[in-house]
């Protein structure tokens, strides 16, 4: 049974860092688009990073970039999320998330057939 496992998710201050990580099992992941989404309460979840199965081709959403630094490690199944910089609004619960097939779809939601649980990120001002 596929499976991905979020964790290093907690709470920060404004301007702090974060490093999510997420580590899938029980599928073929390397060969697919592994992205982070975050959801806020009342807000629909929305893609915040994706990286191709090339590993070299990354996609941010425009509030993450120049903050936020999406990586894999293919030999550990495993996907990360740096966050640095955080701010208020940045706090979600972030879900790690796999698409069919090795592109990221622009990070369109409906293109991702395997979630985590989710790991909650909390910044105070």
């Known amino acids: 049974q596929a499976q991905l496992v979020e964790s290093g998710g907690g709470s920060v201050q404004a301007g702090g860092s974060l490093t999510l990580s997420c580590t899938a099992s029980g599928s073929t992941y390397n060969s697919r688009c592994m992205a982070w989404f975050r959801q806020a309460p009342g807000e629909m979840r929305v893609g915040v990073a994706g990286?191709?199965?090339?590993?070299?081709?990354?996609i941010y959403a425009d509030s993450a970039k120049d903050r936020f630094t999406i990586s894999r490690d293919n030999a550990k199944n495993t996907v990360y999320l740096q966050m640095n910089s955080l701010k208020p609004e940045d706090t979600s619960v972030y879900y790690c998330?796999?698409?069919?097939?090795?592109?990221?779809?622009?990070?369109?939601?409906?293109?991702?057939?395997?979630w985590g649980q989710g790991t909650q990120v909390t910044v105070s001002s």
């Open positions: 990286i191709y199965s090339g590993i070299s081709r990354r």
């Open positions: 998330a796999a698409s069919g097939d090795s592109f990221c779809y622009d990070l369109q939601r409906s293109h991702f057939r395997d």
